[in-house]
């Protein structure tokens, strides 16, 4: 059944193309899952799928699948040091990418290093996206931070069309910085992703792998708070982001079909309020750049991975 919810649901398919996620357990999705699931997907609304050039074989997978009738977001990963004509490289890429996705264009086009258009060559890498938007091989340009503070050197020097970045209700930082409601003023596209800041959010609280012992009485409050409002991590988790009108897309990730069906029925629903002290800024916890990596975390636990 198609919901409001549902339609504001993007696939995120880094799974497609790499054993993602601290939560994940059955690897890369193989061909016949995803092409299961993006059927699942369109037929309960889901009309846009998330992926990088830098997520393995995603982009071909959803190629060989079948990712026409979708809207498609890509990135490009950073340029190279040295290189010497920025505008063909960026459009041979974007090249590479149409060829391996089997489209003519794609809806977005992100920058996965930002932070590039900041140094000497950026307004180079700026210019062959606008140009990319003049013949039509892209729809919309824009970058994909990991912090909202990123936007602050960049939106006043750049015209973007879509923003994504991470946000959940540990990390709400989208929202209480202001950057939520002031993209949305200015007409910019905004995709969230790291839903359940993979799959952390999700596991129960006596599989948190000891990494995150520090935090203990946050994943106490968290799942104390879950069991007086009858609610699962996952539909908790869901919810609250996508109850926000100025997100347009939620980005998921899923490592098989029966986590997507769990995650359509899942997102929609009550949601009593969500206490600020299940919120943090610690950026040791909410990024998972800054995240201690050890064996342990790398034993799979059944979750979702983003």
């Known amino acids: 059944m198609i919901t409001s919810n549902s339609v504001k649901i993007a696939l995120g398919t880094v799974q497609f193309g790499l054993p993602y ?3 994940n357990q059955t690897g890369k999705v193989t ?13 309960n609304g889901i009309d846009t799928l998330d992926t990088a050039i830098a997520y393995g074989e995603s982009e071909t997978c959803l ?3 079948g990712s026409q009738g979708f809207k498609l977001v890509t990135k490009l990963p950073a340029v190279p040091g040295g290189c010497v004509d920025v505008s063909d490289w960026v459009q041979e890429q974007v090249t590479g990418s149409l060829s391996r996705l089997g489209v003519n264009a794609v809806y977005g ?13 950026g307004e180079a890498i700026y210019q062959v996206l606008q140009e990319l938007k003049k013949t039509g091989q892209v729809q ?5 931070v990991y912090a909202p503070g990123e936007l602050e050197a960049l939106i006043p020097r750049y015209r973007f069309d879509l923003v994504q970045a991470p946000f959940n209700l540990l990390d709400r930082r989208l929202q209480t910085s202001g950057w939520l409601q002031r993209l949305k003023d200015e007409g910019v596209e905004i995709h969230t992703r790291s839903a359940f800041l993979q799959g952390l959010l999700l596991m129960p609280q006596s599989t948190i792998p000891e990494e995150f012992a520090a935090w203990s009485e946050l994943w106490r409050a968290w799942h104390e708070w879950l069991e007086q409002s009858e609610l699962t991590p996952l539909q908790a ?3 609250y982001a996508l109850s926000f009108s100025q997100i347009s897309k939620v980005i998921v990730g899923v490592d098989n079909l029966p986590q997507l069906n769990a995650i359509l029925v899942a997102a929609t629903g009550p949601l009593p309020q969500i206490p600020d002290a299940l919120s943090t800024s610690d950026l040791a916890l909410i990024n998972p750049v800054n995240w201690v990596r050890s064996p342990n975390l790398a034993t799979p636990t059944k979750a979702s991975s983003l």
Not at 31 to 43: G, I, K, S, T
Not at 140 to 144: A, C, L, R
């Open 140 to 144: 919309k340009v824009g970058v994909s």
């Open 109 to 121: 086009l992100l920058l996965h290093r930002p932070q590039q258009l900041l140094e000497s060559g």
């Open 63 to 65: 190629g060989e699948v």
């Open 21 to 23: 996620g601290i939560a």
């Open 237 to 239: 988790c869901l919810r």
């Open 31 to 43: 061909r016949p899952v995803a092409n299961a699931m993006l059927q699942l997907a369109a037929a």
